[in-house]
């Protein structure tokens, strides 16, 4: 009998994104900066300055818990952060106050992580029609499984999957490519689907084993061919491509020497 489907709903976060998982020795700068990036990726219209105020800020959360280059401190509450921002007599990020409303954070740590469940689990983000909530608790559990992952240690087999659709949504997070670099090692199978291949960041998709590729505009095409197709055929890999029948895919994966197409449904009788 298959394992009943667990649906994870918005209702708080439910763990702490300040949490340091790991011995680095500048481990909570390192975490400072990756939730700066995550914010980048909710609110892409965040300037230079803002970003840089934003990290300042999630640092001294650290450092006046006792953090510092080779020690640990006590754990910042996730809201400490947007506590600091709020008494800069400059603040401008006004945008983080409307995820407060939701009470994003108001995070604690204590639930159980994904990668600790063995039924399948589905993350429903449209329990709001905020989409900068959608994309920030998205964001915020794919960073809570990358968090544990490497709490759990490398495994000698694949023990689960994640599927990201409507991944180009999170293309500016640095996170994902990250994520996938290094997930198989400890045991993670990932797979990103979108419509917008152009928008990743060129370095993810030398992490990527396998490939299935639908009808696509020219530049998605070409872009996507010149990651599987020998040099001398990517253009026909493109072309081939980009005339894709309906329920017909390009294919390639580990072991095939070239890309080779794939029905998605079987055709139905007298086709």
């Known amino acids: 009998m298959s394992e009943p489907l667990l649906t994870v709903k918005y209702a708080g976060l439910g763990f702490n994104p300040m949490q340091v998982v790991g011995d680095s020795a500048v481990g909570h700068l390192d975490n400072a900066g990756m939730i700066r990036d995550i914010f980048a990726a909710i ?56 995820l407060d409303d939701y009470g994003l954070f108001g995070a604690i740590t204590g639930a159980p992580t994904l990668l600790d469940q063995a039924q399948p689990a589905l993350i429903e983000i449209h329990g709001t029609q905020n989409d900068h909530l959608q994309r920030a608790f998205a964001t915020f559990v794919l960073y809570n499984l ?45 797979v990103v689907a979108s419509q917008e291949a152009k928008d990743f960041d060129p370095s993810l998709f ?43 895919a390009m294919y390639y994966g580990e072991g095939l020497q070239a890309p080779t197409r794939v029905s998605l449904l079987a055709e139905p009788p007298g086709c």
Request: include cysteine; hydrophobic fraction near 40%; aromatic fraction near 10%.
């Open 206 to 248: 030398t992490a990527i084993a396998n490939y299935l590729a639908l009808r696509l505009n020219e530049t998605d095409a070409k872009l996507l061919a010149k990651s599987f197709a020998a040099t001398d055929r990517v253009k026909l890999a493109a072309d081939r491509i980009k005339q894709m029948p309906k329920y017909k």
């Open 43 to 98: 609110f892409p219209d965040l300037g230079d300055v803002q970003l840089g105020r934003l990290r300042d800020a999630l640092k001294r959360s650290y450092l006046d818990l006792g953090w510092a280059p080779g020690q640990r401190g006590e754990l910042p509450a996730f809201r400490a952060f947007l506590d600091l921002l709020r008494n800069d007599p400059k603040p401008e990020l006004t945008r983080l106050d409307e």
């Open 146 to 190: 990358y968090q544990n992952m490497f709490r759990r240690g490398p495994q000698q087999r694949i023990t689960h999957a994640i599927i990201f659709d409507e991944a180009h949504k999170a293309a500016r997070l640095k996170l994902l490519a990250s994520m996938i670099k290094e997930c198989r090692k400890y045991g993670i199978a990932f």
